[in-house]
T-cell receptor, first 113, second 112 residues
Framework: DTGVSQDPRHKITKRGQNVTFRCDPI?????LYWYRQTLGQGPEFLTY????????KSRLLSDRFSAERPKGSFSTLEIQRTEQGDSAMYLC???????????FGPGTRLTVT | QKEVEQDPGPLSVPEGAIVSLNCTYS??????FMWYRQYSRKGPELLMY????GNKEDGRFTAQVDKSSKYISLFIRDSQPSDSATYLC????????????FGAGTTVTVRA
């Protein structure tokens, strides 16, 4: 399977714990995006990378959130001191740079209890 | 007001019917328009990708863009129960470096 992959698919954590998600993009795609989707809503942009450079962070991304793409390949999204409001589907997408299609992974569903 | 508006439905149609979905938007800078299909608890799957105004057809799917009205549509002909899903419109522009802005999604059920 050469599509976008994400791990884990589902994470249940207690409030206050830290969690980390991983995204592996399509291999030739140097753009990687993170989105968050809550129930009944469309995905909302969080941050994106071109190669290893993080180009923008949404104001939705509080200081508790950090993302990295250290070698321009896979990316990680970490949430520190999770809150119940962080419960959502975290989606990763990749594309070539420019006006090209973004392909999404299966998402990581986070439940904070 | 949201940048992209989409009626959440739900929409229920009999098998074989034409499904008509639409979105309106407020940002005139949007140039690229997409439709994604999302099954429950899955990631969005790209169905159609169009640039600027006009029509695009792919099998049973037709996407229309009317930039003058800031209105896009997706039509699904000969709908099948397997088309039951949430359909998300999305759009982007070069001025926003192609980050996607999504509608809320329309939930469609095709009854056998």
């Amino acid at each position: 399977d050469t599509g976008v992959s994400q791990d884990p698919r589902h994470k249940i954590t207690k409030r206050g714990q830290n969690v980390t998600f991983r995204c592996d993009p399509i291999s030739e795609h140097n753009r990687l995006y993170w989105y968050r989707q809550t129930l009944g809503q469309g995905p909302e942009f969080l941050t994106y990378f071109q190669n290893e450079a993080q180009l923008e962070k949404s104001r939705l991304l509080s200081d508790r959130f950090s993302a990295e793409r250290p070698k321009g390949s896979f990316s990680t999204l970490e949430i520190q001191r999770t809150e119940q409001g962080d419960s959502a589907m975290y989606l990763c997408a990749s594309s070539l740079p420019g006006p090209y299609e973004q392909y999404f992974g299966p998402g990581t569903r986070l439940t904070v209890t | 007001q949201k940048e992209v508006e989409q009626d959440p439905g739900p929409l229920s149609v009999p098998e074989g019917a034409i499904v008509s979905l639409n979105c309106t938007y407020s940002n005139s800078a949007f140039q690229y328009f997409m439709w994604y299909r999302q099954y429950s608890r899955k990631g969005p799957e790209l169905l159609m990708y169009t640039y600027s105004s006009g029509n695009k057809e792919d099998g049973r799917f037709t996407a229309q863009v009317d930039k003058s009205s800031k209105y896009i549509s997706l039509f699904i002909r000969d709908s099948q129960p397997s088309d039951s899903a949430t359909y998300l419109c999305a759009m982007s522009s070069s001025s926003n470096d192609y980050k996607l802005s999504f509608g809320a999604g329309t939930t469609v059920t095709v009854r056998a």
